[in-house]
């Protein structure tokens, strides 16, 4: 069981930053590639951005240059930093592992908020 704990949500006005962090309790956390999703209300999860095990990367439209995922192997850690935001980001952002032999784990989510 892989546990995943995000933070570095909140409230920011729109054009404002913030740096999303999800540290996973993985015994091998680089061989798992890594995901933000994020739910607005009403909304389905979708897709925001990932990042595999040999650092590729890949954004949602909505988010292509905006947002920048990353990840610290030696910290067990993967980010996704916000710059730009808009009132349209307000959402619940969830961090999702994926191993190589495809067993999912997502965290439970952090809120961030833009007002306009």
């Known amino acids: 069981q892989v546990q995943l704990v995000e933070s570095g949500g909140g409230l920011v006005q729109a054009g404002g930053s913030l740096r999303l962090s999800c540290v996973s309790s993985a015994s091998i956390f680089s061989i798992n590639a890594m995901a933000w999703y994020r739910q607005a209300p009403g909304k389905q999860r979708e897709l925001v951005a990932t990042?595999?095990?040999?650092?590729?990367?890949k954004y949602a439209d909505s988010v292509e240059g905006r947002f920048t995922i990353s990840r610290d192997n030696a910290k067990n850690t993967v980010y996704l930093q916000m710059y730009s935001l808009k009132p349209e980001d307000t959402a619940v952002y969830y961090c999702?592992?994926?191993?190589?032999?495809?067993?999912?784990?997502w965290g439970h989510g952090t809120q961030v908020t833009v007002s306009s």
């Open positions: 990042i595999g095990s040999g650092y590729s990367t």
């Open positions: 999702k592992s994926t191993s190589p032999s495809a067993y999912t784990y």
